[in-house]
Structures are given as C-alpha cells and as structure tokens.
C-alpha cells in the first residue's frame, strides 16, 4: 500500500482521536462536544472554520498555493442510541448511546486529511471540510443544506465514506450510479372505537385493522412493482392496546419503505395510501397516513467514481479496489450532498463479525490512515485546475 506516509507517521495520534470520540458518542444535532472538538483542531492547525452550519455542523476551509478547483469532504459525526456491548476499554461513557456505525472513525479520518493537507499545502484551489451532524435518519445534511452549505461554500466536487464491516479488509468499493436506496418512513394511524373486550360488537376494532393491514401492505412490492425493480415494504411497529379486556381505540403501524427510483418511490406511497383506506373501508375504522422521504436515492456520478477508483488503485493496489457491485438497500443522507453537487461515495472494507448499528460492532483502527490518505489525496488530484 502506498498511503501517504505522513499520514501513517500520525497514525497512532489518528487512533487517540477516534477512541476518545468513541468514548464520547454524541445523537444527531446533540453533537456539541465532538463538534467543538473537531472546531478547535481544525483552527489549530489553521483552518479557517464555521460552526453551527445545520446546528451543530461545522465546515473547514482550507486554500492551496494556487487558484483551482474547490473539493468538498464529507463526515458525519453522530451516534445511536444503543447499549454498547464491545467491553473496549474506550466504551462509551455516555449511557444508552454509541458510536455503532463508525461515524467517530469517519470524522477521524476526515481531521487526518486535514491535518495533512493543511501542513502539506500542495494543492492548487480549495478544499472545504465538511462535518455533518445527524446522518442517522434525522436530516443532517439537509440541515447543512437549508444553511446555504453549497451556497456559502460551493464546491466543484463532494466525497463522503463510510467503513464496511465484514468486507475484505482494506477493500475500497465504489459503485458508479444509483449505489444506495432511498428511504420513506411511514406512521399509519389507525383509529376505530374502543369497547369491553367482551362486547366487541361495540367496538369498530383498529387491532383487527392494523393487522390486515399488515398483510395487505406485502402486496404493493409484490404486486404494484415491476419485479425487475428493485423496493422494500417493511411494517416495523405496531402500537396498540394495554389490556387483556379492552378492546383499544386506536392503533398505529409504522415501517419503511426502500427504492432506487422516484417513481417507483411514487408508487409505493399511492399503494400504502390506497390500501390504508380500503382497509379503512373494509373494517370501518378511520385512517390518517403520514409518509416522509428521509432519504434520497444515492447515485455516484459514473465519471467521477472512475477517476476515484483510479486514483485508489495507486494508493492500496488493484487488488483492494472494488468498482461496480450490486447497490445497497441500505440508505444514506450524503444522497442529497450528491444531489447538489457530483461527487461519489465509497466503503473501506474492514474485518468483523459484528456489523453496523449492532452494539457489539468495533471499528478497526487500522483503517484510519487510509481512509484519511484517499480523502487527502482526492483533494490533491481533483483540485487541479
Ligand atoms: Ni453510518
């Protein structure tokens, strides 16, 4: 591997960082000590900063010797609201919250690329440090967005990362065009007519209902979509009831849906919404259906994802780069940074048996210099003018 080898030289003070943000995992938009950490590094090491850019975000800006391009670098810096269960001796000391995607490891990489690129300078143009606050369904980088982001600091090109548990170790993928899902949440709220669990014919029951309903909602991706389209229909939770002999008054069923187009997006929403009401019909009960988008498809930009694994190629070898693949039904908020601006979004694989959001996962350190490397060194090569 031909990382940059100033970076490996910090590698170890890379590691301090991360496993102190680990200790500290902050949730979405409560990131008030991770961003002012990031904040107070970043202007040691003379980075122009602004902080409170979609609350608690904060954004570097850093020129080179020259005029060129401007790229901007993305990492999101929250956490989730999960018991750790790793017995690191850097667990979390913040009850009930950890760091179980990996985002401490992403911000960390991201303060690499800048220490480096701000000691090195040798870069024509600008790069802009992005980090993001509340990437986990809670609309952070539409928060940085509403904040003028692109506006206040536009930018010619945007990278983001994320790290792949139980992906070969090392192994930098990238997938040119639609690469992640997009996401609905949706809440149906079902409400009838509560009675004695005796006299149910008093009752309109929202139980009955919400159960059907249930079943009903597995036809729209069986049924409504072209097989050959790809969707997700998944009922999450169903609330209802806190007796043995009532019959409740209301219910509600909660879920989410995936795709990886707006029209099929579409669809989905006018199915749920018409089979809530023939539900609604059916069992004489009312419905009120609340369907959001909180995550855009994520599509790469074909070029640009090329040019990418290109460069990666000369830093970790051929034989850890990874173009192409099946997309990922997951979902990711970095989408609407994408929709803004071109740029791609790639994984560094990393051995473990624990995946994301699980409260035994553990993010491999030895990572941390080359996703700060690849970072530092886009900056290098897609600034030129
Ligand atoms: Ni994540």
Redesign the pocket.
Known sequence: MKLIDRIQDFADELTTIRQDLHAHPELGFEEVRTSGIVAELLQGWGIEVHRNIGKTGVVGVLDGKAPGRTIGLRA?MDALPIVEQTNLPFSSTNPGIMHA???DGHTTMLLGAARYLAETRDFAGRVVFIFQPA??GLGGARAMLADGLFERFPCDEVYGL?NRPGAPQNQVRVVPGIAMAGADFFDIHVTGQGSHGARPQESRDPVIAASALVQALQSVVSRSIDPLDAAVVSVTQIHSGSAYNVIPGSAVVSGTARMFTDAVRQRIRERIKDIAQGVAATYAVEVEVDIRNIFDVLENDEALSGAFADMARGMVGDENVALGGRPNTGS?DFADMLRAVPGAYFTIGHEGTAL?HNAAFTFDDSILPIGSSLLARLAETRTAP
Do not use: V
Request: aromatic residues 0%; contains cysteine.
């Open positions: 999101d995607c990996g985002h990437e986990e994320h990711e994301l």
